[in-house]
């Protein structure tokens, strides 16, 4: 029972990080195409990320 | 100024960035005293068990030893995140048997109520006695009991503890931190609003600091969100809420030793409190968007209605998961970090885990601010949806395309 969590929480994370790194990367893109909309490219790439981050951590509580 | 700013920047950024080090560095392991002592003069923050090490050279440890030394380690970071009935800055003395810090007042509803001084409990080790009643601090879940005057615990075949919990209004560890930051907060702001008057609208002292944030959060925040409109009424939360878990964050770095927001029982009761702002200042419009969604055929409405009501609950559920299992997870890999000065156990650990713990400090440092500020935009988001009027545009729209 606890390694299928443990292996399922895993690919949570993973899944989370992918997430996580194309919201980076694209918001590197969009500040490199567009510099003076740093403020707002930025804001909207933390929303993202943290809604993306809560899921994460839903799966690694799922485990606990 | 001669002295260029880069460096003292820096250096200040240095030296916040070690104050966890002081607030985790422990005496788990006698042994490993001479590479604590190579970091942090001080040692230990809390109480946990100091009495087991004989002083064992690390050579002639066997597995036994280590895996004892890997339980208190894991306990020790258990400890750090438990809320505590007194204030243990570190200890010290050849076992860790002295503390240094000071007790709080511990109020107990239990036939009557109880009132003392926690030093009766003597860091847990020690049996209170109060108009007759005995109570003791279980050491697993920090909680306390009422015990005979022994202060045995009994326990049901789970391992749970079936001892009489009295009701526990103490002043802990955690509630004096929440108290004291919101006693900070009041004093700072209070004097931010008070030199406008004074000083022609022009803020001084701590105030010009703050000035530009309570800005931000204003209009970077609120108005963009929230709309022109409605903004004023929800800036009092938003600039509380956002300051509130920033300090408990910071305060959380220090070597206090605190651990608040944490706390499930914290951040429920701030979710909590943006949830029942989101329900009852919201408009027509948000409950129609919920029970009725426009714009879509109506098998679909039925469909939408229930997904949309459990929204409404999933989004404060996911703040406060949220801020916990970023500050759990960030004290947790802070300690572990600590930790494995102890576990190298030799010249090479010591360097390696001050570099590490040190740069992961730079990093929630950030983490401190960014969860503020995430919980501060998510709650302004949600408060927006709220309070949006989009019906007449959403007809207009229509209209013209």
């Known amino acids: 029972m606890e390694i299928p969590k443990i292996v399922g929480a895993g690919l949570v994370v993973i899944g989370a990080g992918i997430g996580i790194g194309r919201i980076g990367g694209s918001a590197m893109d969009a500040i490199a195409r567009q510099p003076e909309a740093t403020g707002k490219i930025q804001t909207a790439m933390l929303i993202a990320a943290a809604l993306i981050e809560g899921i994460g951590f839903a799966a690694l509580f799922a485990v606990n | 100024m001669v002295i260029s700013k880069k460096p003292l920047q820096f250096f200040i950024a240095a030296l916040v960035a070690c104050l966890p080090l002081f607030s985790s560095a422990t005496t788990v392991n006698d042994t490993v005293t001479k590479a604590a002592a190579a970091t942090t003069s001080m040692e230990s923050a809390t109480h946990a ?51 240094f810090g000071f007790p709080l007042p511990v109020i107990l509803l239990d036939n009557g109520v109880h009132f003392f001084s926690s030093s009766k409990f003597e860091h847990g080790e020690g049996v209170a006695e109060s108009n007759g009643s005995y109570f003791k601090i279980n050491h697993h879940d920090g909680l306390v009991y009422r015990t005979d005057a022994e202060g045995t615990f009994t326990e049901d075949d789970k391992g749970h503890v079936t001892n009489v919990k009295p009701l526990d209004f103490s002043i802990t560890k955690s509630l004096f931190m929440i108290l004291l930051v919101g006693l900070l907060m009041f004093i700072l702001f209070r004097g931010l609003g008070k030199s406008y008057k004074q000083n022609g609208s022009i803020a001084k002292g701590a105030g010009r600091f703050f000035e530009p944030i309570v800005l931000y959060i204003r209009d970077d925040i609120a108005i963009p969100n929230i709309g022109e409109k409605h903004y004023k009424k929800y800036m009092s939360f938003l600039l509380t809420i956002f300051f509130f878990i920033w300090f408990l964050n910071m305060f959380g770095l220090t070597p206090l030793g605190v651990n608040i927001t944490g706390n499930l029982a914290i951040t429920a009761s701030l979710a909590l409190i943006t949830y029942l702002i989101t329900t009852f200042t919201a408009k027509k419009d948000y409950w129609g968007h919920i029970f009725w969604m426009p714009g879509v055929p109506v098998p679909m409405k039925f469909i939408l209605a229930p997904i949309e009501l459990l929204g409404t609950i999933i989004k404060p559920f996911s703040l406060m998961i949220r801020l916990y299992a970023n500050m759990v997870a960030g004290h947790i890999v802070l300690m572990s970090l600590i930790a494995l000065m102890y576990t190298f156990n030799s010249p090479i650990g010591s360097p390696l885990s001050f570099f590490l713990a040190f740069v992961l400090s730079l990093l929630e440092i950030l983490v401190a601010l960014l969860q503020a500020y995430i919980f501060t935009m998510l709650a302004a988001l949600y408060f927006g949806a709220a309070v949006e009027e989009h019906h007449h545009e959403e007809h207009h729209e229509v209209a013209h395309h």
């Open chain 2, 49 to 99: 068990e100091p009495k087991k090490a004989e002083g064992h050279e690390v050579e002639n440890a066997n597995l036994t030893e280590e895996q004892k030394a890997d339980l208190e380690r894991k306990a020790h970071i258990k400890h750090h995140l438990m809320d505590s009935h007194d204030f243990t800055l570190f200890t010290y003395g050849k076992e860790g048997e002295k503390y």
